[in-house]
Every structure is written in C-alpha cells, then in structure tokens.
C-alpha cells in the first residue's frame, strides 16, 4: 500500500535536489508543494519552500521577477537562516546581477558559516575596497589604480 506524498515531504525532496544541482528535478517537486500547501487553506508557506522555489523559477527561467520576490521575502522574514541568502545569491548570479549575489553572500556569512557562501565567494573572487572611497568603484581613477594594485600584488 502506498502512501501518498505530504507536501513537507516534497519540499524535502526539492531542497535535496536543490542541493544536489538537480534544478529540473526540485522544480517539479517544490512546485508540487506549493500546490499542495496552497490547497489546504489557511497554511502559511514555509520559507524554505519560498526561497528554494523562488531560486528554481529563477535558475530554470520560468518566472525570474517571482522567483526573486520569493527569495527576498523569505530573507526578510526569515533572514536569520544563512542558506536563505545562497538561494537569493544564487539567482542574483543567475539573473546575472554579480555584485547583489556578492552581498547577499555575505550578509549569509554574517549569520552562519555556511560553506556554500564560502565556497561562491572564493569562486567569484572577493574585490577589495575601492582605493578612493568617496569615488564610485567604476570611477575612472579607482579602477586604474586597482588595476596597479592588482599588478602590483602579482610581481
């Protein structure tokens, strides 16, 4: 006899494959949730399920502008979970928008040491404060003078 699927138990099997890569795979399970939890009236969403989905629909191309809503609306109401800030870096990166990925990647690493953040940082290469602070970091000046630090730190 087969027991049928609650919708926690699909919002655990979207994260894991989440969590594994497999976009394709979590969307279809963390968009069975969502119906599910949407159909029992007067049930809340679950964070996870918001930010998780949220970073599926931005990653896959379903729906980007909603993805995203959910991803920042679970860090701000339940922004005290660092791996809610890797979903939102994550479709930042996805929607190409590098420097918000950054910091959400880092306001994550202010809350836990998740080392997933740790490891996005590494891999997008954390930039140093611009040398003229008052200037923009695409001011002419600070970028010609990274670019001599960075050359200078490579002799």
């Given at each position: 006899m087969s027991q049928e699927m609650r919708p926690k138990d699909?919002?655990?099997?979207?994260?894991?494959?989440?969590?594994?890569?497999?976009?394709d795979e979590a969307f279809r399970a963390l968009r069975q949730a969502m119906f599910r939890y949407t159909e029992q009236s007067g049930h809340e969403l679950p964070y996870p399920l918001m930010s998780y989905y949220g970073l599926c629909l931005v990653v896959l191309h379903q729906d980007p502008p909603r993805g995203l809503a959910l991803c920042k609306r679970a860090v701000d109401e339940a922004g005290?979970?660092?791996?809610?800030y890797w979903n939102l870096g994550k479709a930042f990166l996805a929607m190409r928008r590098k420097a918000q990925a950054i910091t959400a990647f880092q306001h994550g690493l202010q809350i836990g040491d998740d080392p997933r953040?740790?490891?996005?940082?590494?891999?997008?290469?954390?930039?140093?404060?611009?040398?003229?602070?008052?200037?923009?970091?695409?001011?002419?000046l600070n970028r010609y003078l990274g670019i001599l630090r960075a050359k200078s730190k490579a002799a």
């Open positions: 699909y919002m655990e099997l979207g994260i894991l494959y989440v969590r594994e890569g497999r976009f005290n979970r660092a791996e809610f953040l740790v490891s996005e940082l590494r891999r997008l290469g954390i930039r140093n404060q611009p040398l003229i602070p008052f200037l923009s970091r695409e001011n002419i």
